[in-house]
């Protein structure tokens, strides 16, 4: 027998990246690949990467900076590029770090197999198509491996909706819906597998339509034994209609969480961010959801310092964190991308921006401390992902998806176990099983 070649893949970005991650791993699986934790022993090591922020591309640079000396060590090692950053930069990549030898877009993981025979062979490979077939399909799958109770299931790629600010049209490429049926046999082998919870992915979650809507998908799902709990992300406020509003009251399995991101509470900034809605239709939506599902929790996104964003603009940014009070809520401070209209626009000075996103970030703690703390004296169930740190502790998400660390707990993981919740800490939860 031969040993097998190790695999050393480094996720960035956003969770599809991570979904994505796994099956990557799947199709080297077949090519005699094993994973490894570590790049030190790796032959294969491959960046999944973002390209969302600058910061976030150029530390893909650095990092096959400090991952280049490997190779003098192990002459077998192979540095790949996959992700967002692959597809935007392409051969850029090779001419900037020679030491890499492969560069796949996200939308070419199928072709992974043939690629990695061409580096073996000496040579380099690049593949940013954007190719018709579902990239899924090909995937040479593992023995049945039994996996973590949580795990994520991409139904839609990419994105038309083409904010000013964006590179994920660019990356992703446009808006393509898995088809239902492959979905459902998808998470009936995970539920095989273990799996209690699916969070359903898309760059545009709520644009499904891979033969039925999202809705029904979600309804669909909720009939299969075993599945207990569904989640999805990310929506966009225009594409979040009465039907999927309806499930949300409706559909038990379907968790009292939703990401649903605003980005800025400014109608003239939305307008120029292309966002077609404004801050008053976002917040006669969250009512709606409200008004089926009074305890969901709701998440989003913020970009502040956005070019042209006035005082004023931001206040109104503020004064509709006050109105929704997210359970969480990511903001970032905007970042020039190359390539969208935006990067055409003057930038506001770095240090306004700096100082409202502390303003920002200070509101949106605030209320995810209260909102997590008015968990205290609850009961909530938890479904039980891993043993904690200490003795009799067992770790796992409530419905609202606030990590929970269960005291004297005599579940195992994969059990959903009723529990009180006792304190609040600063990123998690005390509770004591019911
Ligand atoms: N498809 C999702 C997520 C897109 S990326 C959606 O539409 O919501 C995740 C978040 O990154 C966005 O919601 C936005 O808040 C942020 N983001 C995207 N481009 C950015 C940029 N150029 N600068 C700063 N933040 C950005
Ligand atoms: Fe980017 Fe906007 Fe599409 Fe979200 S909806 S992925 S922010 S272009
Ligand atoms: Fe980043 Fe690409 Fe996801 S740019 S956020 S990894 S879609």
Redo the contacts with the bound molecule.
């Keep these: 027998m031969t040993t097998p070649k190790k695999l050393f893949i480094k996720t960035y970005g956003?969770q599809m990246n991570v979904y994505d991650s796994e099956r990557m791993a799947e199709a080297l699986g077949g090519q005699g690949y094993v994973e490894t934790k570590t790049a030190e022993d790796a032959d294969m090591i491959l960046l999944n990467t973002c390209h969302?922020?600058e910061k976030a591309a150029e530390k893909v640079y650095s990092e096959l900076g400090r991952l280049k000396p490997l190779k003098a060590d192990n002459p077998n090692l192979k540095i790949g590029v996959a992700g967002c950053v692959a597809q935007a930069e392409g051969a850029e990549i090779m001419r900037r770090q020679p030491a890499v030898d492969l560069v796949v877009g996200p939308q070419s993981y199928h072709r992974l197999p043939a690629m990695e025979e061409r580096v073996r062979a000496g040579q380099t490979a690049l593949d940013t198509d954007f190719p018709e077939e579902d990239k899924f399909d090909h995937l040479k799958s593992r023995p049945k491996a039994r996996r973590a109770p949580a795990a994520f299931l991409t139904v839609q790629e990419g994105?038309d909706?083409f904010?000013a600010?964006?590179?994920?049209p660019y990356t992703r490429g446009a808006e393509v819906s898995r088809p239902a049926d492959k979905l459902l046999t998808e998470a009936r082998d995970l539920v095989e597998r273990g799996v209690r919870e699916v969070t359903l992915l898309g760059?545009?979650v709520n644009a499904y339509h891979g033969g039925m809507t999202l809705a029904d998908l979600i309804r669909a799902l909720a009939k299969i034994d075993g599945l207990e709990r569904i989640r999805y992300t990310?929506s966009?406020p225009n594409d979040m209609d009465d039907d999927l509003i309806a499930t949300h009251g409706e559909v038990e399995k379907l968790m009292p969480y939703l990401h649903l991101?605003v980005?800025s509470g400014s109608d003239h900034i939305l307008k120029r961010m292309n966002r077609s809605h404004t801050a008053e239709s976002y917040l006669r939506l969250i009512e709606r959801i409200r008004s089926v599902r009074p305890d969901i929790l709701m998440s989003g996104?913020?970009?502040v310092g956005f070019p042209e964003e006035t005082d004023a603009d931001f206040e109104a940014t503020m004064q509709l964190v006050r109105e929704v009070r997210y359970g969480y809520a990511?903001s970032?401070?905007?970042?020039?991308?190359p390539g969208?209209p935006a990067a055409e626009r003057a930038d506001v000075p770095a240090e306004v921006a700096d100082a409202r996103l502390q303003q920002l970030q200070a509101l949106i703690t605030q209320h995810q401390r209260e909102i997590q703390n008015s968990m205290v004296g609850r009961d909530l169930s938890v479904l039980i992902e891993k043993q904690g740190r200490e003795a009799g502790q067992m770790v796992g998400k409530s419905e609202y998806l606030h990590a929970v660390h269960v005291e004297n707990c005599s579940a195992s993981v994969g059990d959903i176990v009723p529990v009180r919740i006792t304190e609040g800490k600063t990123n998690s939860l005390a509770a004591q099983m019911r």
């Design positions: 956003c969302i922020r994105c909706k904010c600010f964006c590179v994920v760059q545009n990310t966009h991101p980005q996104d913020f970009i990511y970032f401070k905007y970042s020039s991308r969208t």
